[in-house]
Protein backbone atom coordinates (compact mmCIF):
# COMPACT_ATOMS: atom_id res chain seq x y z
CA UNK A 1 0.00 0.00 0.00
CA UNK A 2 1.39 2.96 -1.18
CA UNK A 3 0.01 4.63 2.73
CA UNK A 4 -2.24 8.19 3.07
CA UNK A 5 -1.92 10.04 -0.36
CA UNK A 6 -2.02 13.91 -0.14
CA UNK A 7 -2.13 16.40 -3.23
CA UNK A 8 -1.18 18.63 -3.71
CA UNK A 9 2.09 19.21 -1.36
CA UNK A 10 3.20 22.69 -1.31
CA UNK A 11 0.14 25.45 -2.92
CA UNK A 12 0.90 29.03 -2.54
CA UNK A 13 -2.05 31.04 -3.12
CA UNK A 14 -3.55 34.53 -2.79
CA UNK A 15 -5.33 35.91 -0.68
CA UNK A 16 -9.21 35.70 -1.10
CA UNK A 17 -8.43 32.38 -3.19
CA UNK A 18 -10.09 28.81 -3.08
CA UNK A 19 -7.73 25.83 -1.90
CA UNK A 20 -8.94 22.30 -2.24
CA UNK A 21 -6.59 20.15 -0.21
CA UNK A 22 -6.90 16.31 -1.10
CA UNK A 23 -6.72 12.83 0.56
CA UNK A 24 -6.89 9.62 -0.34
CA UNK A 25 -6.53 6.97 3.05
CA UNK A 26 -5.44 3.37 3.02
CA UNK A 27 -7.49 1.23 1.35
CA UNK A 28 -9.67 -0.56 4.37
CA UNK A 29 -9.41 1.91 6.52
CA UNK A 30 -12.45 3.33 7.99
CA UNK A 31 -11.68 6.83 9.48
CA UNK A 32 -10.11 9.65 8.52
CA UNK A 33 -8.91 12.86 9.92
CA UNK A 34 -7.97 16.08 9.17
CA UNK A 35 -4.93 17.97 11.62
CA UNK A 36 -3.33 21.34 11.14
CA UNK A 37 -0.28 21.88 12.32
CA UNK A 38 1.62 25.63 13.50
CA UNK A 39 4.16 26.45 14.95
CA UNK A 40 2.10 28.33 17.08
CA UNK A 41 -1.04 26.17 17.76
CA UNK A 42 0.37 22.89 17.05
CA UNK A 43 -1.48 20.11 15.62
CA UNK A 44 -4.72 20.31 15.68
CA UNK A 45 -7.95 18.11 14.92
CA UNK A 46 -9.90 19.50 12.61
CA UNK A 47 -12.59 17.29 12.04
CA UNK A 48 -12.58 13.80 11.43
CA UNK A 49 -15.48 11.13 9.90
CA UNK A 50 -15.92 7.40 10.35
CA UNK A 51 -17.32 5.70 7.28
CA UNK A 52 -17.38 8.11 5.08
CA UNK A 53 -19.74 10.35 7.53
CA UNK A 54 -18.65 13.44 9.98
CA UNK A 55 -18.45 12.41 13.80
CA UNK A 56 -16.63 15.83 14.76
CA UNK A 57 -15.82 18.73 13.34
CA UNK A 58 -15.66 21.18 15.87
CA UNK A 59 -12.31 21.62 15.45
CA UNK A 60 -13.03 23.75 12.35
CA UNK A 61 -12.01 27.16 13.03
CA UNK A 62 -14.83 28.66 10.74
CA UNK A 63 -17.12 28.89 8.14
CA UNK A 64 -14.55 29.55 5.63
CA UNK A 65 -13.53 25.55 6.27
CA UNK A 66 -15.72 22.29 4.35
CA UNK A 67 -14.65 18.93 4.38
CA UNK A 68 -16.32 16.57 2.99
CA UNK A 69 -15.75 12.54 2.27
CA UNK A 70 -18.27 11.49 -0.70
CA UNK A 71 -16.86 7.94 -0.37
CA UNK A 72 -14.16 5.87 1.62
CA UNK A 73 -10.87 6.57 -0.86
CA UNK A 74 -11.56 9.90 -1.23
CA UNK A 75 -12.13 13.15 1.20
CA UNK A 76 -11.47 17.01 0.80
CA UNK A 77 -10.89 19.79 2.64
CA UNK A 78 -11.60 23.35 1.65
CA UNK A 79 -11.00 27.05 2.08
CA UNK A 80 -12.95 29.56 0.64
CA UNK A 81 -11.84 31.92 0.96
CA UNK A 82 -8.27 31.82 2.05
CA UNK A 83 -6.70 34.28 4.13
CA UNK A 84 -2.68 34.37 5.19
CA UNK A 85 -3.88 33.14 8.92
CA UNK A 86 -4.71 29.84 7.16
CA UNK A 87 -1.19 29.30 5.90
CA UNK A 88 -0.26 26.01 8.08
CA UNK A 89 0.73 22.01 7.05
CA UNK A 90 -2.34 20.17 6.71
CA UNK A 91 -2.01 16.91 7.26
CA UNK A 92 -5.12 13.84 6.72
CA UNK A 93 -4.53 10.45 8.55
CA UNK A 94 -6.33 7.54 8.24
CA UNK A 95 -7.25 4.46 10.82
CA UNK A 96 -9.54 1.91 11.49
CA UNK A 97 -12.05 2.83 13.55
CA UNK A 98 -12.85 -0.38 15.56
CA UNK A 99 -10.16 -1.26 17.29
CA UNK A 100 -9.07 2.70 17.99
CA UNK A 101 -5.25 1.47 16.51
CA UNK A 102 -2.66 4.00 14.95
CA UNK A 103 -3.30 7.15 12.33
CA UNK A 104 -0.87 6.67 9.67
CA UNK A 105 -0.44 9.98 8.95
CA UNK A 106 0.45 11.14 5.05
CA UNK A 107 2.87 13.65 4.17
CA UNK A 108 0.99 16.59 4.35
CA UNK A 109 0.66 19.86 2.20
CA UNK A 110 2.20 22.80 3.14
CA UNK A 111 -0.34 25.98 2.76
CA UNK A 112 0.70 29.54 1.89
CA UNK A 113 -1.57 32.24 1.70
CA UNK A 114 -0.20 35.52 0.51
CA UNK B 1 -12.96 20.08 26.35
CA UNK B 2 -10.44 17.53 26.28
CA UNK B 3 -6.51 18.77 26.76
CA UNK B 4 -3.39 17.11 26.42
CA UNK B 5 -0.68 18.87 27.68
CA UNK B 6 2.62 17.88 27.26
CA UNK B 7 6.09 19.01 28.94
CA UNK B 8 9.05 19.78 28.57
CA UNK B 9 8.05 21.74 25.03
CA UNK B 10 11.83 21.36 24.34
CA UNK B 11 14.37 19.51 25.74
CA UNK B 12 18.34 19.75 25.19
CA UNK B 13 20.25 16.44 25.36
CA UNK B 14 23.71 15.92 25.39
CA UNK B 15 24.16 12.37 23.46
CA UNK B 16 24.29 9.62 25.47
CA UNK B 17 22.15 11.19 28.05
CA UNK B 18 18.41 10.51 29.50
CA UNK B 19 15.59 12.19 29.27
CA UNK B 20 11.85 11.90 29.91
CA UNK B 21 8.59 13.68 28.32
CA UNK B 22 5.72 13.81 30.07
CA UNK B 23 1.77 13.89 29.01
CA UNK B 24 -0.86 14.28 30.99
CA UNK B 25 -5.23 14.39 30.37
CA UNK B 26 -7.70 16.47 32.20
CA UNK B 27 -10.03 13.66 31.55
CA UNK B 28 -9.42 9.82 31.44
CA UNK B 29 -8.40 8.68 28.38
CA UNK B 30 -9.12 5.20 26.73
CA UNK B 31 -5.84 4.60 25.58
CA UNK B 32 -2.51 6.75 24.86
CA UNK B 33 -0.56 7.02 21.82
CA UNK B 34 2.94 8.12 21.10
CA UNK B 35 4.28 9.57 17.85
CA UNK B 36 7.43 11.18 16.38
CA UNK B 37 7.90 13.81 13.98
CA UNK B 38 11.11 13.89 12.17
CA UNK B 39 12.16 18.06 11.20
CA UNK B 40 10.66 18.44 8.06
CA UNK B 41 8.30 15.19 8.56
CA UNK B 42 4.68 13.83 9.42
CA UNK B 43 3.89 12.14 12.65
CA UNK B 44 4.90 8.36 12.67
CA UNK B 45 3.42 5.75 15.17
CA UNK B 46 5.66 4.81 18.06
CA UNK B 47 3.19 2.79 20.12
CA UNK B 48 -0.38 2.56 21.99
CA UNK B 49 -1.06 1.66 25.43
CA UNK B 50 -4.34 0.90 26.75
CA UNK B 51 -4.37 -0.50 30.49
CA UNK B 52 -3.70 1.38 33.67
CA UNK B 53 -0.19 0.92 34.97
CA UNK B 54 1.04 -0.20 31.48
CA UNK B 55 4.68 -0.03 30.78
CA UNK B 56 6.16 -1.42 27.32
CA UNK B 57 9.35 -0.98 25.73
CA UNK B 58 10.91 -0.29 22.27
CA UNK B 59 14.54 -1.24 22.80
CA UNK B 60 16.38 2.65 24.38
CA UNK B 61 12.25 3.93 24.76
CA UNK B 62 9.83 3.47 27.69
CA UNK B 63 6.28 4.20 27.56
CA UNK B 64 4.31 4.37 30.60
CA UNK B 65 0.46 4.71 31.06
CA UNK B 66 -0.52 6.02 34.70
CA UNK B 67 -2.65 4.06 36.84
CA UNK B 68 -5.63 6.54 36.76
CA UNK B 69 -5.03 6.65 32.47
CA UNK B 70 -4.69 10.18 33.01
CA UNK B 71 -1.04 10.73 32.27
CA UNK B 72 2.01 8.99 30.48
CA UNK B 73 5.25 9.75 29.73
CA UNK B 74 8.28 8.37 27.51
CA UNK B 75 12.08 8.02 28.43
CA UNK B 76 14.66 7.32 26.34
CA UNK B 77 18.00 6.06 27.27
CA UNK B 78 21.19 6.89 25.88
CA UNK B 79 20.10 9.49 23.28
CA UNK B 80 21.07 9.08 20.04
CA UNK B 81 21.39 11.56 17.09
CA UNK B 82 18.64 9.88 15.23
CA UNK B 83 16.29 10.39 18.46
CA UNK B 84 15.87 13.83 17.21
CA UNK B 85 12.79 15.14 16.46
CA UNK B 86 9.51 16.12 18.30
CA UNK B 87 7.22 13.50 20.43
CA UNK B 88 3.79 13.80 20.66
CA UNK B 89 1.56 11.83 22.80
CA UNK B 90 -2.22 11.81 21.61
CA UNK B 91 -5.22 10.54 23.71
CA UNK B 92 -8.96 9.13 23.06
CA UNK B 93 -11.59 9.64 25.40
CA UNK B 94 -14.09 7.01 26.65
CA UNK B 95 -16.58 8.91 25.95
CA UNK B 96 -15.78 10.23 21.93
CA UNK B 97 -14.23 6.91 20.84
CA UNK B 98 -11.73 7.38 17.65
CA UNK B 99 -10.78 11.21 18.28
CA UNK B 100 -7.50 11.45 18.34
CA UNK B 101 -5.89 14.78 20.29
CA UNK B 102 -2.60 15.49 20.00
CA UNK B 103 -0.59 17.10 22.62
CA UNK B 104 1.87 20.20 21.86
CA UNK B 105 4.96 17.79 21.65
CA UNK B 106 8.26 17.98 23.11
CA UNK B 107 10.92 19.13 20.70
CA UNK B 108 14.20 16.89 21.42
CA UNK B 109 17.49 18.12 20.11
CA UNK B 110 20.67 16.25 20.66
CA UNK B 111 24.13 17.58 20.52
CA UNK B 112 26.88 15.39 19.86
Known amino acids: DAGVIQSPRHEVTEMGQEVTLRCKPI?????LFWYRQTMMRGLELLIY????????DSGMPEDRFSAKMPNASFSTLKIQPSEPRDSAVYFC????????????FGQGTRLTVV | GQQVMQIPQYQHVQEGEDFTTYCNSS?????IQWYKQRPGGHPVFLIQ?????EVKKQKRLTFQFGEAKKNSSLHITATQTTDVGTYFC????????????FGAGTQVVVTP
Open chain 2, 90 to 101: AGSRTDSWGKLQ
Open chain 1, 49 to 56: FNNNVPID
Open chain 2, 27 to 31: TTLSN
Open chain 1, 93 to 104: ASSFWDTNTEAF
Open chain 1, 27 to 31: SGHNS
Open chain 2, 49 to 53: LVKSG
